[in-house]
């Protein structure tokens, strides 16, 4: 699919500009807590690809319009209808976003991500392959795709293979919301932006001078103006105080093996509150995610997209995602009957199968990743 068609789609909904050298997207769906659609895919990957070869462009800074949101994630509702009328409108999507995702994170120039207010799922996608992830006191940051019968995917496979082994399966099997101190503390966010510090961030960047400093090093420039305004590190995150239960839990060999492990200690709160977090989410999403998770850290940022493209083929075909949608979005019964009623009723066989491609050798969608670098 040429990423290029239907970008006029999303010309409204996605935002471009150049201030000072800054090449701005603002992601412009404030009342849909700015989702990403199909079409603003499309105009970012076409932007992004202009302006990488664009002298009067030295650094991109990426930001959701409104008050509330930077990008709660992708369309679902959309991807939803389309599972459910046997189009294949979901798959093109998920080449297009991580096709975006990927050339975000092997961008040649400084890309900056303000993650004021709400950041999950396709947010995410967007967000961590940023040079600087800059968090603010609104920000709050989740991969919750288990819930939804899903996976964490948009890259989930390689950034958070790249934190703590039990932060990371903390993060993708339950879901949970994190704050920007936590945050930091993980390793998903670069510098905390406290109080009416993310104006000041806008006023540096469009003052900026570029002749000064270390032109030969745009990040490093804007690395030594922005990391003054705000922290790099705290020691009040939350998680600092259940790190060591975290640890001792989420180091269990497998997710029944978590599970045991958390329904083991219920007289610690977080421990209950953790386990009947777990117990809401999709058996089989938990048991795929956990597998994923394990092989992520093996692979490259390439072969990561790959893998999670097969994994959203099955979610979609065999999995719960469109069970998940219905109870939280559609009906909002909040009582999704999934697959399998419990972690113990997964097959093996039937995790295996999401990691087996549906694609012969070479004809993988994103089989092109990476190659050309």
């Known amino acids: 699919m040429n990423l290029h068609d239907g970008a ?8 471009f500009e150049v201030i000072n050298g800054f090449g701005v997207i603002t992601l ?6 700015n989702a990403i659609t199909h079409g603003m895919v499309r105009s970012m990957w076409q932007q992004l690809t202009a302006w990488a070869d664009d002298p009067a462009v030295r650094a991109v800074l ?3 319009a409104g008050e509330k949101a930077f990008c709660a994630g992708g369309d679902v509702r959309a991807l939803y209808d389309s599972r459910l009328n046997n189009a294949t409108h979901h798959r093109d999507f998920f080449i297009d976003e991580y096709r975006l995702d990927y050339l975000i994170h092997r961008y040649p120039k400084p890309y ?9 799922g396709g947010g995410m996608g967007v967000a961590q392959g940023a040079g600087l992830r800059i968090v ?3 920000t709050r940051l989740a991969m919750p795709e288990t819930g939804i019968g899903l996976f964490p995917d ?3 496979s390689w950034f958070l293979g790249h934190l703590a082994p039990t932060l990371a399966r903390y993060l993708g099997l339950v879901g949970t919301t994190i704050g920007a101190a936590d945050a930091l503390y993980c390793g ?3 510098v905390w932006l406290e109080g009416d510090a993310p104006l000041h961030l806008r006023e540096t960047l469009w003052q900026l001078d570029w002749s000064k400093g270390d032109t030969a090093d745009p990040l490093g420039q804007l690395r030594a103006a922005i990391l003054p305004l705000g922290r790099t590190w705290t020691d009040a995150a939350p ?4 790190r060591a239960s975290l640890d001792r839990h989420f180091s269990a060999i497998d997710v029944p093996a978590i599970l045991a492990s958390l329904q083991a200690d219920t007289a610690t709160p977080w421990a209950a509150e953790t386990l009947a977090l777990l117990l809401q989410r999709s058996p089989l999403s938990l048991c795929v995610t956990d597998r994923q998770l394990q092989k992520g850290r093996r692979l490259d940022l390439a072969d990561a997209f790959r893998m999670e493209l097969v994994l959203g083929y099955h979610a979609f075909e065999s999995g719960d995602f469109v069970e998940g949608v219905r109870a939280l979005l559609i009906d909002k019964d909040k009582q999704p009957r999934w697959r399998y009623a419990s972690i113990a009723d997964v097959p093996v066989a039937q995790v295996d199968a999401f990691f087996t491609s549906p694609w012969a050798d070479g004809t993988h969608p994103l089989a092109g990743l990476g190659k050309d670098e």
């Open 239 to 242: 998680l600092i105080a259940v």
């Open 112 to 120: 900056l991500a303000l993650l004021d207010g709400i950041v999950m």
């Open 154 to 156: 948009v890259g989930a």
């Open 188 to 190: 998903l966010a670069d």
């Open 136 to 138: 603010t006191d609104k």
């Open 62 to 64: 990426i930001e959701g």
């Open 28 to 33: 412009n769906r404030p009342r849909a807590l």
């Open 8 to 15: 006029v789609e999303a010309q409204d909904e996605v935002l």
